[in-house]
């Protein structure tokens, strides 16, 4: 993913990111495995039950970021493929680092 393709789904806020996502839940391992539309698309190697996708989400990004775990907040789609998550801390910049090729 390029950073241009990657940034439709990143926006800076005053205190951190929101990552608009599609899970694609059940799968071998997580992993950012592209884009689907406007949107990152994230393989969650947990199934979407009781909470636990989302909880493996959450997850990832405090791993990858090494920020703490309240810093990652699940804004919308909690029952849903569709999530916005808010990374506190987490500028655009850093974020296309770690995910644009």
């Known amino acids: 993913m390029t950073p241009p393709e990657l940034s439709v789904a990143l ?7 929101v990552v608009s996502c599609h899970i694609q839940p059940n799968a071998s391992r ?3 495995t592209g884009m689907y ?16 996708a989302n909880q493996e989400l959450c997850r990832f990004f405090a791993e ?3 920020i703490p775990s309240g ?8 029952a849903a493929r569709k999530k916005r998550i808010f990374l506190r801390g987490v500028r655009m910049e850093l974020f296309l680092k770690e995910f644009a090729s």
């Open 11 to 17: 926006k800076n806020t005053e205190k951190g990111l």
């Open 30 to 32: 997580t992993a950012v």
């Open 64 to 66: 990858t970021f090494q």
């Open 71 to 78: 810093a990652v907040q699940l804004l919308s789609g909690h």
């Open 37 to 52: 539309g406007n949107e990152l698309k994230i393989a969650l190697k947990v199934p979407p039950v009781d909470g636990k």
